[in-house]
């Protein structure tokens, strides 16, 4: 059974940072793209950046070039985001996600929120 656990999620003001950590389990991690997607209220999900199975190639949305990295340790089944320069906008439910072809969304976990406010 695919498990994906996310944490690290919290409050914090304009301009801070949060780092997001995802357990895999269940699955051959090592082979998997793997990524995060995010949902604001009242909005869809949306991807937010995506990793190649080795680490390799990451993907970001627009909305975060230069402020939020991705990782992947293959070693110890994790995916990580690191969020830095958050902005209000940024506040949502963060999701660990499995990348399926054509770059659609997988079995994600159960999600962890981040607040960003004044």
């Known amino acids: 059974e695919v498990q994906l656990v996310e944490s690290g999620g919290g409050s914090v003001h304009p301009g801070g940072s949060l780092r997001l950590s995802c357990t895999a389990s269940g699955f051959a991690f090592r082979d998997a793209a793997m990524g995060w997607v995010r949902q604001a209220p009242g909005k869809g999900l949306q991807w937010v950046a995506r990793?190649?199975?080795?680490?390799?190639?990451?993907y970001y949305a627009d909305f975060v070039k230069g402020r939020f990295t991705i990782s992947k340790d293959n070693a110890e089944n994790m995916l990580y985001l690191q969020l830095s320069s958050l902005k209000t906008e940024d506040s949502a439910i963060y999701y660990c996600a499995r990348v399926r072809p054509g770059a659609t969304i997988g079995a994600r976990g159960q999600g962890t929120q981040v607040t960003v406010s004044s």
């Open positions: 990793i190649a199975s080795n680490g390799g190639g990451p």
